[in-house]
């Protein structure tokens, strides 16, 4: 049985898993960075642990149209990661990506969500590298699964699982950005949902 206990975590706990979420989110995006060649502002992450039923309010509404990529996570870190993006930035992403004049009409057909799949797979991919790295801890990744949908049913496939974990979940909320951009800035957000006993190898191999 896990010693860690997610509602009562020390200072010290608690600093590291948000310190993780920094290191990580900065990683992905220049991750990002890198994949659509433009220099990108990352504004301060926000990290918390937060009520899993609390998400979606914390994000807008369980009503918000979102677009979800999914991981599994193992090998030494079991569990789940997912990446949210609401469904107009992921719009303003995908025209970003393919060169296109801001505003353009997307619908989401096989190429243009190919685009985004790739795009969370490689912002989630450099967060998790950077967690693998830190810790010195194997992490294995599924492929991608995407899904676009209101933000209360895609959060319910990490919930079924979540039954298992406790009440709480890391939350990693950062806003990113490139020069040129006009409209609002991309606002992500990272759910990490490890098993108990993954969260204390993850304190544990960074000696707290």
Same mark, same amino acid.
């Given at each position: 049985?896990?010693?860690?206990?997610?509602?009562?975590?020390?200072?010290?706990?608690?600093?590291?898993?948000?310190?993780?979420?920094?290191?990580?989110?900065?990683?992905?995006?220049?991750?990002?960075?890198?994949?659509?060649?433009?220099?990108?502002?990352?504004?301060?992450?926000?990290?918390?642990?937060?009520?899993f039923?609390?998400?979606?309010? @914390? /994000?807008?509404?369980?009503?918000?149209?979102?677009?979800?990529? +999914?991981?599994? &996570?193992?090998? $030494?870190?079991?569990?789940? =990661?997912?990446?949210?993006?609401?469904?107009?930035?992921?719009?303003?992403?995908?025209?970003?990506?393919?060169?296109?004049?801001?505003?353009?009409?997307?619908?989401?057909?096989?190429?243009?969500?190919?685009?985004?799949?790739?795009?969370?797979? @490689? /912002?989630?991919?450099?967060?998790?590298n950077?967690?693998?790295? +830190?810790?010195? &801890?194997?992490? $294995?990744?599924?492929v991608? =699964?995407?899904?676009?949908?209101?933000?209360?049913?895609?959060?319910?496939?990490p919930?079924?699982?979540?039954?298992?974990?406790?009440?709480?979940?890391?939350l990693?909320?950062?806003?990113?950005?490139?020069e040129?951009?006009?409209?609002?800035? @991309?606002?992500?957000?990272?759910?990490?949902?490890?098993?108990?006993?993954?969260?204390?190898?993850?304190?544990?191999?960074?000696?707290?």
């Amino acid at each position: 049985m896990s010693k860690i206990d997610l509602n009562d975590l020390s200072n010290m706990q608690y600093d590291v898993l948000s310190e993780i979420g920094n290191i990580g989110a900065g990683n992905a995006t220049t991750a990002l960075a890198t994949m659509i060649n433009k220099k990108i502002d990352i504004g301060v992450p926000h990290v918390k642990l937060v009520d899993f039923n609390h998400i979606s309010t @914390i /994000i807008g509404s369980e009503e918000q149209v979102m677009v979800g990529i +999914l991981l599994m &996570l193992s090998g $030494d870190i079991n569990g789940m =990661m997912m990446f949210l993006l609401d469904e107009v930035i992921a719009k303003n992403l995908v025209n970003v990506l393919m060169n296109r004049e801001e505003g353009s009409e997307v619908v989401f057909d096989e190429m243009e969500k190919s685009a985004v799949m790739e795009v969370g797979n @490689i /912002i989630a991919g450099a967060y998790l590298n950077s967690l693998s790295m +830190l810790t010195n &801890l194997t992490i $294995d990744v599924s492929v991608p =699964m995407l899904q676009i949908d209101m933000a209360g049913a895609i959060l319910s496939v990490p919930a079924i699982e979540f039954g298992k974990i406790g009440d709480s979940v890391l939350l990693i909320e950062t806003e990113f950005d490139d020069e040129t951009r006009k409209e609002e800035a @991309i606002r992500g957000y990272y759910i990490l949902i490890p098993e108990l006993d993954s969260y204390e190898k993850i304190l544990e191999s960074l000696g707290v």
